[in-house]
């Protein structure tokens, strides 16, 4: 919005039964000029589904322009998150409820396929037969587990399905030995550490799949499905009234709606989507592990839902992209250190202006580095006995820009804190001290970067996606593409 | 009846129950002034542990320890209960603050990601694996730290006194403050009604931050409890501790710190208990049965009063 805008127009009074606020909305909305806000209007002209669809075709072609493995074993994997977040949306986005269980339902699922499809229990039923069953036994627990929760209000739910999602990861875990009370003697249901090995790939009515494309583009078909569904039940009665829940279940319970059967439906309906998410994981897989369904992958989960924006199904689809697609590429150092450059650089191209401090802080960053690199590989030359992490050009750049000291541990560990401690800080100031601020925090953070984070790349991962989860809620809390506003009930 | 297996669980459950009271006071606490469910409490409780166990080793490790008992523990405690509640006067500050007025998600996932970075951020700190210690044996110390043997064989460490007293220290300094002055009247009184507890002059957010400092500090001084009596510290130990904790709070009505003590107590017997009586892996199964048992007959927990809710 530009400062210079001329005093709007005097509007006539409102008439009568026309509320203002409602009458005005069009003004109200924030229109872009020039050709970007051209392109955006013409943009929402088309219809949602549109968009759905081309990404069904685009993600369509991706085992066609390639026949790497790993980037159609990562394509599955995004597909399998964007199910999971798919249904917690509905859980979370839609009614409002804040399910930390929610991976456990993706457990049953696994487990479930697993039971009835390998040696196990010496069950090889029909995949067509298996996916019914998981997905009403999902939806089923998921009533079981809300039920008591249904007088409970947000942070009691809560506490009840974390509780719920760590007691299954126990049962998933001791499950080796399940005995009835203590009294008969122990069963071997779920493999207990061993987890369940051997299990058959789908066989959806003679049709086996057994190749990677083959998974691929059943998760697709069950993406698109479960996408097509959920948007058909946001566009419904129960999707309305479950969002008027979330905005104020107290005025949605006046206005006569069934809030308890309401909260119950969104449960199971996650839950189902996540049975069904597990069956497909357990095929491809051919064994589970109760590791996989622990609170990092909850966490992960939530990270994606609430990047894209709670409440909106491309949000979904955008989320699990975009996080599933950097955790893939952080697991290589050299990659990671790429993205790591790019991003900070992107971030400051975008956030400081005007141009001359920009420069300034750029011009600073690179200055500040090198003399510090001058002055303490003069003293101690076995700070720079290291080694970098990405070859090349970069390499060498940082190289002569970044102290790498010979044994980084402790050192690295000292400034991690610093780096937290200095980031934390810079958010008290303000204006030129901010910027000043920044030079040496860059230098402070591509230190700590080089030594200790890419050295350790799953746990940078999960501490990054923690990050993302605090930063997101102070600064964007409808994420990229969410609505401005979802309350828990 | 086996009494060295009863008496045994018993003093286990009173200890552990104990520590479970005091992160159970700071979520009590912080619950009910803002209303928030701080996931990242327990972690605070971690990093006390381990603030406790880095005092530990700067004097020459458990086995060998060569200051004065006394002094060492005033240490441990000192050191664990200021950087527990530094730790979490700045969550407050930096991840809690801009969201009060935001919708009840909000907060309630940054609570969840400043657990999950605490977490992680330990293991990369600290490593991933359980720093265990076998026992204390402090030479140059005044009183051994073995205990004495209870009637029934049953082996009291003097480290489980000291965790049962210290609470009940504590508990009481608490009671005090909070009944006693300025501040902790202003605490009662924007737990009440905050809106109206500004209006009639409170600094809110000081008095904000004094409970998370309170309340992370209660954190802190639990972890060294942990540290002095189980031995053994690791960094996503937070999670089950903040879980079980705040399963307390809510047996004992949140927001009530009395209700805190006693649910602590009682999840601490109970989950003994059941690892003596039933079954080790599945405490938490009672512990949670537990949890649903009291949310379906009394929501509001065994002291707490119901809250009418107005529209």
């Known amino acids: 919005m530009d400062g210079g805008k001329d005093i709007p127009p005097v509007r006539a009074a409102p008439q009568v039964g026309v509320d203002e606020w409602v009458a005005s909305h069009g003004e109200r909305r924030e229109q872009r000029a020039g050709v970007l806000g051209r392109v955006q209007t013409e943009l929402e002209r088309v219809p949602r589904p549109a968009f759905y669809l081309g990404f069904g075709i685009a993600a369509a072609f991706l085992p066609v322009f390639t026949n790497n493995g790993y980037i159609i074993r990562v394509g599955f994997d995004t597909l399998l998150y964007m199910l999971l977040a798919l249904g917690l949306n509905v859980v979370v986005g839609y009614a409002g409820l804040l399910d930390l269980g929610y991976v456990a339902f993706y457990g049953v699922g696994a487990f479930g396929y697993a039971m009835l499809a390998s040696p196990k229990f010496g069950l090889h039923w029909d995949t067509l037969l298996i996916i019914p069953v998981v997905v009403v036994a999902t939806a089923i627990l998921g009533l079981l587990v809300a039920l008591p929760s249904r007088r409970l209000v947000g942070d009691y739910l809560a506490i009840v399905t974390l509780f719920f999602g760590q007691f299954f990861v126990t049962v998933y875990q001791n499950g080796n030995h399940i005995s009835v009370l203590g009294l008969t003697r122990g069963y071997d249901v779920t493999g207990g550490p061993n987890g369940i090995p051997n299990v058959d790939n789908f066989d959806l009515g003679g049709l086996k799949i057994s190749s990677l494309q083959g998974y691929f583009y059943t998760a697709l078909i069950f993406f698109m499905l479960a996408l097509f569904i959920v948007y058909l039940v946001d566009q419904s009665r129960t999707g309305r009234a479950w969002k008027s829940l979330r905005e104020d279940s107290l005025a949605a319970e006046m206005m006569g709606m069934p809030v308890a059967r309401l909260k119950l439906v969104a449960f199971a309906f996650g839950a189902a989507i996540a049975g069904l998410t597990g069956t497909l994981f357990a095929g491809l897989n051919t064994a589970v592990f109760s590791a996989d369904f622990d609170v990092p992958t909850l966490i992960i989960v939530y990270a994606m839902l609430i990047l894209g924006g709670a409440g909106s199904l491309g949000g979904v689809i955008l989320g699990a992209l975009v996080v599933n697609v950097s955790l893939e590429v952080l697991r290589t150092p050299g990659h990671a250190t790429w993205i790591f450059y790019v991003v900070l650089l992107a971030t400051l191209l975008v956030k400081v202006r005007p141009w001359k401090w920009l420069a300034i802080v750029i011009g600073g960053t690179v200055g500040l580095g090198y003399a510090v690199h001058a002055i303490v590989s003069a003293a101690w030359p076995s700070s720079v006995g290291g080694q970098t992490s990405v070859g090349a050009t970069l390499g060498r750049f940082l190289h002569g820009w970044v102290l790498h000291p010979t044994n980084p541990r402790i050192v690295g560990n000292i400034t991690f804190v610093i780096l937290i401690l200095a980031i934390l800080g810079l958010t008290l100031l303000h204006g030129w001290q901010r910027r000043l601020a920044m030079i040496p925090t860059i230098c402070l953070a591509a230190f700590v970067w080089e030594n200790r984070l890419v050295v350790e790349p799953s746990i940078t991962r999960l501490i990054l996606i923690g990050v993302i989860l605090i930063v997101l809620m102070n600064a964007r809390p409808q994420g990229l593409l969410g609505s401005a506003r979802v309350e828990i009930v | ?311």
């Open chain 2, 1 to 311: 009846m086996n009494w060295n297996l009863f008496v045994t669980e018993l003093t286990a459950g009173i200890t552990h129950g104990c520590v479970y009271a005091l992160i159970a006071l700071g979520y009590s606490m912080v619950y009910g002034i803002l209303k928030l469910l701080n996931f990242a409490h327990g972690d605070i409780y971690m990093v006390g542990s381990f603030i406790g166990l880095a005092i530990i080793n700067l004097f020459g490790g458990a086995t060998n320890v060569h200051v004065n008992v006394v002094l060492m523990l005033f240490l441990m405690f000192a050191a664990a209960m200021l950087g527990g509640g530094l730790l979490g006067v700045m969550i407050e500050r930096f991840a809690y603050r801009r969201l009060r007025s935001a919708p009840r998600i909000a907060p309630l996932i940054t609570a969840l990601g400043v657990s999950f970075f605490l977490e992680n951020a330990a293991q990369l700190i600290l490593g991933a694996q359980q720093q265990s210690y076998n026992s204390f044996s402090w030479p140059s110390s005044p009183i051994a730290l073995n205990g004495f043997v209870l009637p029934a064989q049953v082996h009291v460490s003097y480290a489980q006194i000291i965790v049962v007293a210290g609470t009940i220290v504590l508990v009481v300094a608490l009671t005090l403050f909070v009944q006693r002055t300025q501040t902790g009247k202003a605490m009662r009184a924007v737990s009440f009604d905050r809106e109206a507890a500004a209006m009639m002059g409170i600094d809110v957010d000081h008095v904000i931050v004094v409970t998370f400092f309170i309340g992370s500090a209660l954190a802190g001084a639990a972890g060294v409890f942990n540290c002095i009596s189980y031995q053994q510290v690791f960094p996503t130990m937070g999670f089950q501790a903040g879980l079980f904790a705040f399963t307390a709070a809510v047996v004992g009505g949140i927001g009530n710190l009395p209700g805190s003590v006693l649910g602590g107590l009682l999840i601490g017997l109970a989950e003994a208990f059941s690892i003596g009586y039933i079954s080790s892996t599945f405490s938490q199964a009672i512990v949670f049965a537990i949890l649903i048992a009291v949310m379906l007959v009394r929501p509001s927990g065994l002291l707490g009063r119901a809250v009418v809710q107005k529209v």
